[in-house]
């Protein structure tokens, strides 16, 4: 096996609430307040839907805003991993990713692993350069059991509410989320940092239809019938444990560019955004004060160096 490679659950397609249009000769990011279910295929007008997205529409060109899934895992911090992340804008290699107590950053000197701050009290995240970002893997339909639709978001509400409902599901489930019968749902608010327009956050429901006891008599059900089939969950949540470790950063640079364009677009300063340069710039500068303090230190006292 490949030494440094994160071993990332299998992709089949995205799920994303929102997407890349030109405007003025540059590719931005727009919201939507609908779900859309792509491929993993790209062309010039965007990602290809995927064949899901038309089937779970009510109606040809009805709005999608629930979608039934299910989980991979029984641990909820596999199925959702949530970070601040820095990524270089001009290559969408990750930079920097840590949890507010630590980080591993990757400097002139390798990957390192440092105190992290959080964006606030950051000198490397002034201007917005670094975020939440959160990746959310699910399954949809039963075609392939293994394989999963992923959505990502850098927003804070969707951070937050699927973290707490993944908990929440995991203590009432007695730790069966993986064969929960769940739902994703898009639901919208005002604030006033939105200036009171509607912003769409995704939250994890139990099915349409359905009450919780409904839902967790199925989860006992499906997960009975696993276990009589010899389906190892267990070892399924270890093997994607030890996958993840087996890596620095979860994104590669080809997944990173795709992150960039549609998270962290470029701006000029004045917009709230660093400029690419800049991010080298400060890491190298860190790096480079990092040597000199060190040098210091071993001078003899009095000495002008």
């Known amino acids: 096996m490949l030494k440094g490679l994160a071993l990332t659950p299998p992709v089949i397609g995205r799920i994303s609430i929102g997407k890349v249009v030109e405007k003025n000769g540059k590719r931005l990011p727009e919201k939507d307040d609908e779900f859309t279910i792509t491929s993993q295929v790209q062309v010039k007008d965007g990602w290809v839907n995927h064949p899901l997205d038309e089937s779970l529409r009510k109606a040809p060109g009805a709005k999608l805003r629930s979608i039934p899934v299910r989980l991979l895992f029984d641990d909820p911090d596999l199925n959702l991993r949530a970070n601040y992340t820095l990524f270089e804008r001009s290559s969408g290699r990750p930079m920097c990713v840590g949890n507010g107590e630590t980080c591993r950053r990757l400097t002139s000197a390798g990957i390192q692993t440092l105190s992290c701050p959080s964006p606030e009290a950051c000198d490397l995240a002034i201007g917005g350069s670094c975020k939440p970002y959160g990746r959310l893997n699910v399954r949809i339909g039963d075609d392939d059991e293994l394989g999963s639709f992923v ?78 089939a010899g389906f190892d969950q267990m070892a399924l949540d270890e093997a994607a444990r030890l996958g993840f470790a087996a890596g620095a950063f979860e994104e590669s640079e080809e997944d990173g560019a795709a992150v960039v364009e549609e998270f962290y677009p470029d701006g000029d300063p004045g917009e709230g955004i660093t400029p690419v340069a800049s991010l080298g710039e400060k890491l190298k500068s860190r790096a480079q004060q990092g040597k000199q303090q060190s040098v210091m230190a071993e001078l003899p006292v009095g000495s002008d160096g």
């Open 151 to 228: 959505f990502r978001t850098t927003g804070f509400n969707s951070i937050r509410t699927l973290s707490a409902r993944l908990r929440y599901f995991h203590a009432v489930s007695g730790g069966t989320l993986s064969t929960l019968p769940l739902e994703l749902r898009l639901r919208g608010k005002s604030t006033t940092q939105s200036h009171r327009a509607p912003i769409y956050y995704v939250d994890l429901t139990v099915r349409t239809g359905m009450a919780l006891k409904e839902s967790l008599a199925s989860a006992r059900a499906e997960r009975e019938e696993r276990l009589a």
